[in-house]
Structures are given as structure tokens and as C-alpha cells.
């Protein structure tokens, strides 16, 4: 049976035919044997990207749940977080992207907002929250916050208003669908138990619909008075001085109120049917105009509509409407495990990149709290490949063009954890999948299997700090398990190592803030079709540089195309030794940068 918790979004943009590696040389990828390559051509005129201080940041997303406790119950704090500025600061980060704070009942772990200008109780007051964001500007760091306004909790006051009568001022806040009129038309849920969008709700004999769980009643942006309310909800945060927001699920905010039928409602169409739907532009043109145009900030939508077409339009910067948007077809790919292929990650980021070469910007990611860990789904977690692999796949985020999301752990090569049944699992989606194949009587085994790789609690487990009890994270019990690595697997021990991920992450970033060219440079592929090796130019004004990423646990030879000569020492290797050309001996998940000219 296939488990369905959030995995639409490896569903979403899946690419049509086109394949840029059409035609291009078949390559060797047996061990040890030199591959062919095609032959690079001369880089075209550099894209046209301005200069703007959100294209060259490195974003860190901290997941506060679990970054640190500071009062033994449990769960991460924002005076935890406060407590650990400094090794934010260490790592030359220069934003953090905070995942939701805001006052919630946890039934999604923040994602569902009962008070958008309160701060959870367990997280700490607004006096904390204060100090925090002083604490990160006073050492030069960005706050960009979670604004999530596709839908609310229902413990939220207009909910609870408009769910008490059809005549109260918040009624058309959210969707209704009389009871008189009967059966309302499908519409999908992806946490719901039963994957049904509408929740009958008896005070009002309405349905209510909810695209996540049925505690996540989707707002209604059909409403300007709702839209002023979110306007008014960013003006607060933006006033005390935040950088920018990431926009959750905001590709789902329009709906057409009339909700026309849609044959087959099912998780793999919920994209294609729900994304981008009427009036979304008009909305962030409004949002732009009202709000955003009045703060020098980042925005950054979660999603990108169902093409690259359609994602352009978000960040084309003549439409006014936001900074950049985040695609899950990169993390995507990584989870069709049984066929995932490097060419196909090659692929997709290719696509991507080709799609924005002459303007708008998008984000460069490989995990976050809704995927398994990066180096887990494509590196090697076990633990001869584990360092080298994580150190690829931070070079690999760090040299590509866009703005770079690391999600906190990472820059450790922090894995999968174990889960020893359900109880071990936190997260609705899992929960609810769970009480689905019950029902069903589905096949355990093959459940438990996909959850173990594809769980979002693999990334949610607490940050590892030392080799402590509870990795340092909390004097308490954690809310979810520590994974059982920590015992080597830590900061503090990465820390006192030069050769570890964390002291590669460090490098890596900062020969990024060195090198305009990592930042801006027009971005070319070579050797499209070879299965194993990675490799691309990043061009500026003259400058040129070399990423050679071997994505494989085995030695590989990778001939240098004619005419790329490297210059001086790598920028950036995770080996104590770089091979150099005419064919480069690369080991297992070996990552070098090459300065070309
Ligand atoms: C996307 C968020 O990243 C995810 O964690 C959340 O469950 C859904 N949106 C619903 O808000
Ligand atoms: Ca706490």
C-alpha cells in the first residue's frame, strides 16, 4: 500500500517528456572506468540577475521544536534558540527561515495558527521572541518568518465565530457548503484520514473545507476583508523588524467558491487541480502593493505552481509579487526510490536553473522538515559514506545558483532516524496514514518500510549537540526521539574534527560569499547522460569555475572536457587531495571546485 503523507509533493510539476539529456553520449558508469564527456560549450552572455542581498544570503531553516530546550520539558524554545546565536553566526549563515512560533494547538506542529500575533506558550512569550530577533540583527542575521494564511487552526477566533452561525461577520472567512445542497463536489485532503476536503460541522449543517487536516479550515481569499486581516497580521511582524516571510502552501490560496466538480479527486491530481488557481496573482500583486513594497524584504512562496511557466510568474520581478519560490521536484525525485537516478536530479535542476537564467530567482534546496534527511534520500548514510556524502551535498547546495536553504542538521550530515512502531512517530500525516491502512487492513510491513525512509519525523528529530544524554537538546524527555547517533554523530564533535561536514560547511559558505561568481554565474551542465558524476561551470564576467560531484560510493574516473583547465588550488574539497585532469580520479562522493579562469 502506498503511504500518503505529504508525498503529493513529489507528485507535484512532475516533468512531461522533455528531456534536455536527449541525444547526448551514453556514458560508461562501471567503477573505476574513465566516462565519457560531452564537450562544453562557450558559456552564454551572463543571465541579467541584479544584485539584491536575498539572491546572495544562505538561508538556515531552524525547526524551534527541535533545536533547543532551555527548560527541560521537552521541546525546543526560542530562548534555546537565543542561547545558540553564536554558532548560527559560527556557521556564516545570514538568514534564518524560523518554521511557525505562532500560538497553535500542534495538530501539524505549528501549521495550524490560533493567534497569528501571539507566540506559542511552549515556545516562549513575545518578550523572548523580542530578544531573539535583537539577538540576531545585533550579529548581522536575517529573520525571515513562516506565514501561513492558505488556512488557520480551528481554535482560531474566526473560526470559532463562523462555525457558531452562517450569519457571523467571519462566516466568509473560510468555505461553506450547505447541507441542503447536498453532497458537496470532491476535493481532496492530504492529512485527513479519509483524504475527504470537507468536514461536516453540525452547529451550521455546513461542510467546511480543508485541504490539510480537518483542524486546518482553508481560508477564504475570495474575501478582501480576510486579505486586509493578513496584510494587517504582516504589517505587525514586518514593523518589529523581520526580513521577509516564506509563504506556506500559498499556491493553494485561490478556489473557485463555485467548486466545479473535478473528476477522480485523488492525490496525484491534487496539484495539478488545486495549484494556481483563479485569482492567486491578483492576490500577491495586491500583497506587493499594500504590503511588501513598503519593506525591503525576502519572500519566498512554498511552491511554485505546476510548471516552470507558471512558476516564473511569482518571481518574474516587472509582475511585482514576490522574490523568489521553492519547487519540490528537486526533493521530489529523491523520493521515487526504487527508480531514482542521478540524471533525474541532474535533470530537474537543469530545467530549473534554464527556466530563470534570464530573470526571477529561485531557491536551491535538498531537504526540509517535510522530507527525510538529504543525505539519507541522496547521499550514503552508512557510516563510510556518510561525511563524504553529506560534504557533496552542501557543496552541491552551495555552488548551484539561487539562494541556498540549508535545513538545520545538515550542515552536521545529520540522518534518518529509527522509529520502532507508530507510537514512536509524531507527525499528523504519519498518524492519520496509519489509522487509514487499519481501516483497510493494509500491509503493515510495506507501510512501516516506506515510513522509515520517507517519514517527515526523520528531520524533526532533536538538532545533535553533544554526546550527552538527549544530544544536548533538552535536561527532559524529548518531545520526539533523539536519533541514536547522536553518540558520535554531534556538533561538539564535529567541532574539534577540521575534516567534518560541519567544518566543510563552514568552508563552503564561505568561498561562496568570496566568489560573486557562485552566486550570480550563469550555470552550464556537462555530461548530462553520466549516471554517476555531477559536473557543471558557473560563469562571470571572465571568471569560471568547475564543480566536479562524484554521486556514488565508488571510486570513478571522470575525463575533463577539452579546453577546461583548472588553475591553482581547488576551492573546495571534502578529500585531503584533489585528483587533477586529464582524467580526474574521483573518490566515493568526492566533491571538488576548480577555479577554471
Ligand atoms: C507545508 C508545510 O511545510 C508543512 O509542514 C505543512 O504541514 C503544510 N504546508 C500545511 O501547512
Ligand atoms: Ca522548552
Known amino acids: 500500500m502506498k503511504v500518503r503523507y505529504y508525498s503529493f509533493f513529489a507528485s507535484l510539476n512532475r516533468p512531461a517528456v522533455a528531456l534536455l539529456l536527449a541525444g547526448l553520449a551514453a556514458s560508461c558508469n562501471q567503477a573505476g572506468k574513465t566516462e565519457t564527456t560531452t564537450t562544453a560549450t562557450t558559456p552564454a552572455a551572463t543571465a541579467s540577475n541584479k544584485a539584491d542581498w536575498w539572491k546572495e544570503t544562505v538561508v538556515y531553516q531552524l525547526y524551534p521544536r527541535s533545536f533547543q530546550d532551555s527548560n527541560g520539558d521537552g521541546v525546543g524554545d526560542l530562548k534555546g534558540i537565543t542561547s545558540r546565536l553564536d554558532y548560527l553566526k559560527s556557521l556564516g549563515v545570514g538568514t534564518v527561515w524560523l518554521n511557525p512560533i505562532y500560538a497553535s494547538p500542534n495538530d501539524d506542529n505549528g501549521y495550524d495558527i490560533s493567534d497569528y500575533r501571539a507566540i ?3 515556545f516562549g512569550t513575545m518578550q523572548d521572541f523580542d530578544a531573539l530577533l535583537q539577538g540576531m540583527h545585533g550579529r548581522g542575521l536575517k529573520l525571515v518568518m513562516d506565514l501561513v494564511v492558505n488556512h488557520s487552526s480551528d481554535e482560531h477566533a474566526w473560526f470559532k465565530s463562523a462555525r457558531a452561525s452562517r450569519t457571523s461577520p467571519y462566516r466568509d ?3 461553506w457548503w450547505p447541507a441542503e445542497k447536498g453532497t458537496p463536489p470532491a476535493r ?9 476536503a470537507w468536514q461536516y460541522d453540525a452547529p451550521t449543517k455546513s461542510y467546511y473545507l480543508h485541504y490539510f487536516s480537518k483542524k486546518q479550515p482553508d481560508l477564504n481569499w475570495n474575501n478582501p476583508k480576510l486579505r486586509q486581516e493578513v496584510y494587517k497580521i504582516m504589517r505587525f511582524w514586518l514593523d518589529k523588524g523581520i ?20 473528476p477522480n479527486v485523488t492525490e496525484s491530481n491534487f496539484a495539478n487541480s488545486y495549484n494556481h488557481g483563479p485569482r492567486l496573482h491578483d492576490y500577491l500583486q495586491e500583497m506587493n502593493r499594500e504590503v511588501l513594497s513598503h519593506y525591503n524584504v525576502m519572500t519566498v512562496a512554498e511552491g511554485a505552481g505546476r510548471n516552470v511557466t507558471e512558476a516564473m510568474l511569482f518571481v518574474d520581478p516587472a509582475r511585482k509579487e514576490l522574490n523568489m519560490t521553492y519547487h519540490f521536484e528537486g526533493v521530489g525525485v529523491g523520493n521515487n526510490a526504487d527508480t531514482y537516478q542521478l540524471t533525474d536530479l541532474k535533470r530537474v535542476f537543469t530545467k530549473w536553473d534554464s527556466a530563470f537564467a534570464q530573470k526571477g530567482w529561485q531557491a536551491i534546496d535538498l531537504g526540509n522538515h517535510d522530507q527525510p534527511r538529504m543525505v539519507s534520500k541522496f547521499g550514503d548514510d552508512r557510516p563510510a559514506f556518510r561525511a563524504p556524502s ?7 547546495l552551495l555552488t548551484m545558483r539561487g539562494t541556498p ?3 538545520n542538521g545538515d550542515e552536521l550530515g545529520m540522518t534518518n532516524s529509527k522509529f520502532n512502531g507508530i507510537a514512536d512517530y509524531r507527525d499528523v500525516a504519519a498518524r492519520n496514514a496509519y489509522t487509514l491502512l487499519k481501516q483497510q487492513k493494509g500491509d503493515e510491513k510495506a507501510f512501516f518500510h516506506t515510513l522509515a525512509r520517507f517519514s517527515r519525523d526523520n528531520s524533526r528529530t532533536p538538532f545533535q549537540w553533544d554526546d550527552s544524554a538527549q544530544a544536548g537538546f533538552t535536561t527532559g524527555t524529548p518531545w520526539l526521539n533523539v536519533n541514536p547517533n547522536y553518540v558520535t554523530l554531534n556538533r561538539a564533535a564535529e567541532e574539534k574534527d577540521s575534516s567534518s561536514v560541519l567544518h ?8 561562496r560569499k568570496q566568489h560573486k561568481v557562485l552566486v550570480y554565474g550563469q550555470y552550464q551542465l556537462l555530461d548530462a547522460a553520466n549516471p554517476n558524476i555531477y559536473a557543471y561551470t558557473r560563469t562571470l564576467n571572465g571568471e569560471q569555475v568547475l564543480v566536479v560531484l562524484n554521486f556514488s560510493s565508488a571510486p570513478r574516473t571522470w575525463a575533463l572536457p577539452a579546453g577546461l583547465t583548472p588553475t ?23 566533491a571538488v571546485v576548480y577555479r577554471l579562469r
Open 390 to 396: 553529506a560534504k557533496l551535498l552542501n557543496t552541491f
Open 188 to 196: 481532496y485532503s492530504t492529512f485527513d484520514v479519509k483524504h475527504d
Open 120 to 122: 506559542m506558550p511552549e
Open 504 to 511: 566543510h560547511f563552514r568552508r563552503a559558505i564561505a568561498v
Open 173 to 175: 472567512f473560510y468555505y
Open 568 to 590: 591553482g588550488q581547488p576551492w573546495l574539497n571534502n578529500y585531503p587531495t584533489a585528483p587533477t585532469g586529464p582524467a580526474l580520479a574521483l573518490q566515493p562522493w568526492q
Open 405 to 407: 536553504y540549508c535545513y
Open 243 to 262: 526580513d521577509g516571510f516564506r509563504m506556506d502552501a500559498f499556491q493553494f490560496v485561490a478556489k473557485d467558491p463555485s467548486f466545479p466538480p473535478i
